[in-house]
């Protein structure tokens, strides 16, 4: 069973910081990758940053020079820090973890972060 957990949300202030956190726990896991999405209020999911075990890094074009993806650490879990955060920032912030054997993509029940301005 692999179970995908996020913390580190909250309320910052526009122009603050917040530090997320995603682990993913499960016996022998064999990783493809891990990332964030978020979700807005009646929104579909968008990217915000994904990083491949090889260590290939993707970011969402509305984060891109805000945010940094760390690398998958051998306790299967990745961080992500935001930086300069603006209101329209204000979403649930959802891990994954993506399974080459099995071929499952795992996710957490996300974790809220509100920016206020």
């Known amino acids: 069973q692999v179970q995908v957990v996020e913390s580190g949300g909250g309320l910052v202030q526009s122009g603050g910081s917040l530090r997320l956190s995603c682990a993913a726990s499960g016996s022998a896991l064999d990783l493809e990758a891990m990332g964030w999405y978020r979700k807005f209020p009646g929104k579909d999911r968008e990217l915000v940053a994904i990083i491949t075990a090889s260590g290939r890094i993707r970011y969402g074009e509305s984060v891109k020079g805000r945010a940094t993806i760390s690398s998958i650490n051998a306790k299967s879990t990745v961080y992500l820090q935001m930086d300069t955060l603006k209101p329209e920032d204000t979403a649930l912030y959802l891990c994954?973890?993506?399974?080459?054997?099995?071929?499952?993509?795992?996710w957490g029940r996300g974790t809220q972060v509100t920016v206020s301005s």
């Open positions: 994954f973890a993506s399974l080459r054997t099995p071929d499952v993509v795992r």
